[in-house]
Nanobody
Framework: VQLQASGGGLVPAGGSVRLSCVVS????????MGWIRQAPGKGREFVAA????????GHSPSTKGRFTISRDNAKNTMYLQMNNVEAADTAVYYC?????????????????WGQGTQVTVSS
């Protein structure tokens, strides 16, 4: 499985940005994708996750209502729409996935990681 993330950059506080992640080599129907971020000097933090099949979708309390995770199965692509961003959202955002359980994403231990994409919120 390969994950290719894109879409980060410099965003003004209160602004919006959309991250994308293209997945290839997916072999399991029980497949979960999501985003984990790491701010400077801090540990990894779960952001959001979505089931590749089915209706499951979840967001962390700190981003719920501002961020929205979605997918386009036909394009093998997952998205993270980030609205009303705050300085605390500045981080490297990693596209992640696991072929067994969403709990691994919640714990920060998914099997597959893409390269990170930097999001910097300017005040």
């Amino acid at each position: 499985v390969q994950l290719q993330a894109s879409g980060g950059g410099l965003v003004p506080a209160g602004g919006s940005v959309r991250l994308s992640c293209v997945v290839s080599g997916r072999t399991s129907n029980n497949f979960y994708m999501g985003w984990i971020r790491q701010a400077p000097g801090k540990g990894r933090e779960f952001v959001a996750a979505i089931a590749w099949g089915g209706l499951f979708k979840g967001h962390s309390p700190s981003t719920k209502g501002r961020f929205t995770i979605s997918r386009d199965n036909a394009k093998n692509t997952m998205y993270l729409q980030m609205n009303n961003v705050e300085a605390a959202d500045t981080a490297v955002y990693y596209c992640v996935a696991d072929g067994e359980t969403v709990e691994k994403l919640l714990r920060g231990t998914p099997a597959y990681w893409g390269q990170g994409t930097q999001v910097t919120v300017s005040s």
